[in-house]
């Protein structure tokens, strides 16, 4: 079965700071890697979707990156501001025919100003 | 945009209660799921539904039921609450290719039952 790592839990970081959140899972045979942003009490929002052909993917100061024999994807945000103070999840859907979404437990971040 | 909205972002019931959750999407998706999220245990699917009519048990359905009467509406039913079901709820819709497409989740569900 497929298991889905996010470490650290938690990170605090200074305004103007990059971020780095690490993902990792088991199972290489994935077909794609997301990632979500979920601010407390709310629900997820879809950030980047990174194709299993792919390497990397990227939005405005969003960057992931996929590395699928290593089984690790990284997010970077650039320059953090206090508004990315968020708990960012990765996900990966299951093989089977639903693709069922797989989800780590998240790492909290706080940007400080 | 895609929008999901839930019935109620806060909701108090009591045990043995019969409670319904409603969840509805914009964008014609035929894909949509049930997730509740608690602390330490991360987010759990307990139903979805590929189609209108169709379900699927997902990791944790005991206790719950589902309805997907129109393909716009996925109601979640607990049919006696318990206090155990105190919990985040949490609703999405997805187009219907699993391995291109992401989820879209609405805003949650609160449910606290005394």
């Known amino acids: 079965k497929q298991e889905v790592t996010q470490i650290p839990a938690a990170l605090s970081v200074p305004e103007g700071e990059n971020l780095v959140l690490n993902c990792s899972f088991t199972?290489?045979?994935?077909?794609?890697l997301q990632w979500f942003r979920q601010d407390p009490g709310k629900g997820l929002t879809s950030l980047l979707l990174?194709?299993?052909?792919?390497r990397e993917q990227t939005s405005g100061r969003l960057n992931a990156s996929l590395d699928k024999s290593s089984g690790r994807s990284t997010l970077y945000i650039a320059a953090s501001q206090p508004g990315d103070s968020a708990t960012y999840l990765c996900?990966?859907?299951?093989?089977?025919?639903?693709?069922?979404?797989?989800f780590g437990a998240g790492t909290q971040v706080v940007v400080t100003p | 945009d895609v929008k999901v909205t839930q019935s109620s972002r806060y909701l108090v019931k009591r045990t043995g209660e019969k409670v319904f959750l409603e969840c509805v999407q914009d964008?014609?998706?035929?894909?949509m799921f049930w997730y509740r999220q608690d602390p330490g245990l991360g987010l759990r699917l307990i139903y979805f539904?590929?189609?209108?009519?169709?379900?699927e048990k997902g990791d944790i359905p005991e206790g719950y039921s589902v309805s997907r009467e129109k393909k716009e509406r996925f109601s979640l039913i607990l049919e006696s609450a318990s206090t155990n079901q105190t919990s985040m709820y949490l609703c999405?819709?997805?187009?219907?290719?699993?391995?291109?497409?992401?989820?879209?989740f609405g805003p949650g569900t609160r449910l606290t039952v005394l």
């Open positions: 999405a819709s997805r187009p219907a290719n699993p391995f291109t497409d992401t989820q879209y």
């Open positions: 199972d290489s045979a994935i077909y794609n």
């Open positions: 990174i194709q299993s052909s792919q």
């Open positions: 996900a990966v859907p299951g093989t089977d025919s639903w693709g069922k979404l797989q």
């Open positions: 964008m014609d998706h035929e894909n």
């Open positions: 539904s590929y189609d209108v009519k169709m379900k």
